[in-house]
């Protein structure tokens, strides 16, 4: 029986370092950020379709993202992005080039984040993609991106930067117009002061509940056997 566990435990280790890689980033919004007003809500196309601006051949920007949070509205929302990547670019000096998207984080309903808050950015993707990422946040004016605006406020951008890392000596199987493919999650933390993911929150709860029935259960129980 101990064997069979622990070769059962072993086969879902090794199944979950092979589903997916992570990356995550955790930052606080500054006290004195004067947030953007963004009155409108994450639009419905906006959840599910990703509307990519180029930049530049290695730049490429979200202006609208969905921003998870405890006690939201439960509607459907993608997180995979497809970002076009020349993987053939750095065929020649063996190293491939750095690219960069950055996703504006809007204040959706001027009730999506506050200052102090906590945002939780996180970044999965297939072991079997041979990519490197990091994630960072910027402030950006519009007019640093080449945005036709005016305005001279600044935004929060969170920045994920990636690389191809896969190597060949056949450049047929690389291509000029490749993608990558991930899941990004942006999420505001209920607490400001401990950084729990969002996703552990259903399980304190559980947790919590478990241990008030057995405080209320094992007096009892107590009290019947002895």
């Given at each position: 029986?101990?064997?069979?566990?622990?070769?059962?435990?072993?086969?879902?280790?090794?199944?979950?370092?092979?589903?997916?890689?992570?990356?995550?980033?955790?930052?606080?919004?500054?006290?004195?950020?004067?947030?953007?007003?963004?009155?409108?809500?994450?639009?419905?196309?906006?959840?599910?379709?990703?509307?990519?601006?180029?930049?530049?051949?290695?730049?490429?920007?979200?202006?609208?993202?969905?921003?998870?949070?405890?006690?939201?509205?439960?509607?459907?929302?993608?997180?995979?992005?497809?970002?076009?990547?020349?993987?053939?670019?750095?065929?020649?000096?063996?190293?491939?080039?750095?690219?960069?998207?950055?996703?504006?984080?809007?204040?959706?309903?001027?009730?999506?984040?506050?200052?102090?808050?906590?945002?939780?950015?996180?970044?999965?993707?297939?072991?079997?993609?041979?990519?490197?990422?990091?994630?960072?946040?910027?402030?950006?004016?519009?007019?640093?991106?080449?945005?036709?605006?005016?305005?001279?406020?600044?935004?929060?951008?969170?920045?994920?930067?990636?690389?191809?890392?896969?190597?060949?000596?056949?450049?047929?199987?690389?291509?000029?117009?490749?993608?990558?493919?991930?899941?990004?999650?942006?999420n505001r933390l209920p607490s400001r002061?401990?950084?729990?993911?969002?996703?552990?929150?259903?399980?304190?709860?559980?947790?919590?509940?478990?241990?008030?029935l057995l405080v209320q259960i094992v007096?009892?129980?107590?009290?019947?056997?002895?």
């Open positions: 029986m101990l064997p069979l566990l622990s070769l059962t435990i072993g086969i879902l280790v090794l199944l979950g370092q092979c589903m997916a890689n992570t990356e995550t980033y955790l930052m606080r919004v500054p006290l004195y950020f004067n947030i953007p007003p963004h009155l409108g809500p994450v639009s419905a196309d906006a959840r599910l379709n990703r509307d990519l601006h180029h930049i530049n051949h290695t730049h490429a920007l979200l202006t609208d993202y969905p921003i998870g949070h405890i006690g939201g509205i439960q509607e459907p929302i993608s997180n995979i992005i497809e970002v076009p990547y020349d993987t053939l670019a750095g065929f020649s000096s063996k190293k491939s080039p750095w690219n960069t998207l950055l996703v504006r984080i809007n204040n959706y309903q001027d009730s999506s984040y506050s200052p102090r808050d906590l945002l939780s950015v996180k970044v999965c993707w297939p072991t079997t993609y041979p990519y490197d990422f990091t994630i960072s946040h910027r402030f950006l004016k519009d007019s640093e991106l080449g945005l036709s605006s005016d305005d001279k406020q600044l935004a929060l951008y969170v920045q994920v930067d990636f690389q191809f890392r896969g190597q060949t000596f056949d450049p047929t199987f690389l291509s000029a117009d490749d993608s990558v493919v991930f899941q990004l999650y942006v002061y401990i950084p729990i993911p969002l996703e552990l929150y259903p399980f304190i709860v559980y947790f919590v509940d478990l241990i008030i007096p009892v129980v107590a009290q019947l056997i002895w």
